[in-house]
């Protein structure tokens, strides 16, 4: 390898030099743990190959970035977890103060009160949403959230079992499979109703009885956007076992919902998105972590907790009291490795819960409520088109089976400015031609018409064809 114009230690006497000290003769045997089919046998093409101006920086990132197309009129009606809400601009403003932007890890807890009581806030306000007591601050992501829930369940009851529905969010699972697979932990799908989506509790006393069970988890509502109704039985039938109840929920959804600490959950977690965080791309998103007060339970949680205290002039003072990570005094016995965790999504979610207050997430989860079950019932109306595909309720995200192909269909919405529903079809073939859609308060009502035209129109056209 030639010496690179951006890699300070790719000299040869340099290398030389460093790979003496640690007493390897070669690069190559840096990575001799990696089958050499992977290894990339030339030089890494990056850049153009030369450095490049600040201005021909800027083109070429703009170039790329003129290829995006962003939804914006209408906005995306795709379901999957994650959905376009509508961001108050209050929310950004505030949390690009520079103190909350810039501001790292608050390892010291005296020149970070501003931070703290922000993060102590997001707290509180997660506590009175799901109504359990002590909440963390916080995951990276919904994802995550769900992996270090099952690995605390198995910490604390010392079994190696987590019982799931079978309608799983498909990317949640992955990461949980992922996770938990070091730690030996088997996670096994539960049956279920076909029509209503509801988990099969039948089966699911069945997959109980062996008592190596640590945890049944559930989603409210559902990654299929419906509400199993039969949420607080499956709680008690995980407590007869002694398994622990994990519920992943629905930020905005407990606006009319009942609260996670009210049907007998351990555990809640949820995917903070809909709180004021936008799509971006993508993320940085923000995993909720929130359990009832057990000893057992606090002591194995993942993350931190900020706390309220006094100083030694009776001041109030917030300062963080639980710390599991691994780079503070935990070391080995850390709960979990997460490190710099997206707290500024925490104190976003603040400000938005904030912004709302009690009255105003009700207000909200009636709208959104309203909105997506109207425009279900809209596409209803058209031939060859049922929604919901599942007859239960749904909150937000609703399934919608079609008797043509749906991928070209979303095809042609595409081509005209509509992005459609998420294809579900191939992870749940039960449910035929079928796709995920999501309706929020920002879908106004000629959005939702514009919608159902041209779903309307395509398949008009689908059928008059000789």
């Given amino acids: 390898?030639?010496?690179?114009?951006?890699?300070?230690?790719?000299?040869?006497?340099?290398?030389?030099?460093?790979?003496?000290?640690?007493?390897?003769?070669?690069?190559?045997?840096?990575?001799?743990?990696?089958?050499?089919?992977?290894?990339?046998?030339?030089?890494?093409?990056?850049?153009?190959?030369?450095?490049?101006?600040?201005?021909?920086?800027?083109?070429?990132?703009?170039?790329?970035?003129?290829?995006?197309?962003?939804?914006?009129?209408?906005?995306?009606?795709?379901?999957?977890?994650?959905?376009?809400?509508?961001?108050?601009?209050?929310?950004?403003?505030?949390?690009?103060?520079?103190?909350?932007?810039?501001?790292?890890?608050?390892?010291?807890?005296?020149?970070?009160?501003?931070?703290?009581?922000?993060?102590?806030?997001?707290?509180?306000?997660?506590?009175?949403?799901?109504?359990l007591e002590v909440v963390n601050a916080s995951m990276y992501d919904g994802s995550t959230a769900v992996a270090e829930a099952f690995l605390m369940a198995s910490r604390v009851t010392r079994k190696n079992k987590i019982l799931v529905p079978s309608t799983m969010n498909p990317q949640h699972l992955e990461v949980a499979r992922t996770w938990t697979y070091g730690k030996k932990i088997t996670i096994e799908k539960v049956g279920f109703n076909e029509k209503t989506g509801f988990m099969d509790l039948a089966d699911l006393e069945d997959k109980l009885r062996d008592r190596k069970t640590a945890a049944v988890y559930v989603e409210y509502p559902s990654y299929l956007g419906f509400i199993d109704e039969n949420i607080k039985k499956i709680g008690e039938l995980a407590h007869s076992y002694d398994s622990l109840f994990i519920i992943g929920f629905e930020p905005i959804s407990l606006g009319i919902l009942e609260p996670p600490g009210k049907l007998g959950a351990d555990i809640a977690i949820?995917?903070?998105?809909?709180?004021?965080?936008?799509?971006?791309?993508?993320?940085?998103?923000?995993?909720?972590?929130?359990?009832?007060?057990?000893?057992?339970?606090?002591?194995?949680?993942?993350?931190?907790?900020?706390?309220?205290t006094e100083d030694s002039e009776g001041n109030r003072a917030f300062t963080m009291i639980l710390q599991t990570r691994e780079q503070h005094?935990?070391?080995?016995?850390?709960?979990?490795?997460?490190?710099?965790?997206?707290?500024?999504?925490?104190?976003?979610?603040?400000?938005?819960?904030?912004?709302?207050?009690?009255?105003?997430?009700?207000?909200?989860?009636?709208?959104?409520?309203?909105?997506?079950?109207?425009t279900a019932s809209k596409l209803s109306e058209i031939p060859g088109v049922r929604a919901p595909a599942l007859s239960s309720k749904h909150f937000k995200e609703f399934t919608v089976s079609f008797s043509i192909g749906y991928r070209d269909l979303y095809r042609y919405l595409k081509s005209k400015g509509i992005l459609g529903g998420y294809y579900v079809g191939d992870k749940y073939p039960w449910l035929g031609e079928c796709a995920l859609f999501c309706v929020t308060e920002a879908h106004s009502l000629s959005d939702i018409k514009l919608l159902v035209d041209t779903i309307k129109e395509y398949i008009e056209k689908k059928v008059d064809k000789p």
Avoid at 42 to 68: A, T, Y
Avoid at 279 to 306: C, E, S, T
Avoid at 349 to 361: D, P, T
């Fill in 1 to 131: 390898m030639t010496v690179h114009p951006w890699l300070p230690n790719s000299p040869e006497n340099i290398k030389k030099e460093m790979l003496e000290k640690i007493g390897v003769g070669s690069v190559d045997e840096l990575y001799r743990d990696i089958p050499r089919s992977v290894i990339l046998g030339r030089e890494l093409k990056v850049g153009l190959g030369r450095p490049l101006s600040e201005v021909e920086v800027k083109r070429i990132v703009q170039e790329k970035l003129s290829r995006n197309r962003i939804y914006v009129n209408p906005p995306p009606f795709m379901g999957g977890g994650v959905c376009y809400h509508h961001v108050p601009s209050t929310v950004k403003w505030i949390i690009t103060r520079g103190g909350f932007l810039t501001a790292y890890t608050p390892y010291q807890a005296e020149i970070a009160q501003g931070l703290l009581q922000a993060l102590f806030e997001y707290q509180s306000l997660i506590a009175d949403l799901v109504e």
């Fill in 270 to 308: 949820a995917e903070g998105q809909p709180l004021g965080l936008g799509l971006n791309y993508g993320g940085p998103y923000l995993g909720v972590f929130a359990v009832r007060w057990d000893r057992k339970l606090v002591r194995q949680m993942p993350g931190r907790l900020i706390g309220l």
């Fill in 329 to 374: 005094i935990r070391r080995e016995h850390a709960t979990s490795n997460i490190t710099t965790n997206e707290a500024l999504m925490a104190i976003a979610a603040a400000v938005y819960l904030s912004l709302l207050g009690r009255k105003g997430i009700r207000s909200l989860a009636e709208h959104i409520a309203l909105k997506a079950a109207y």
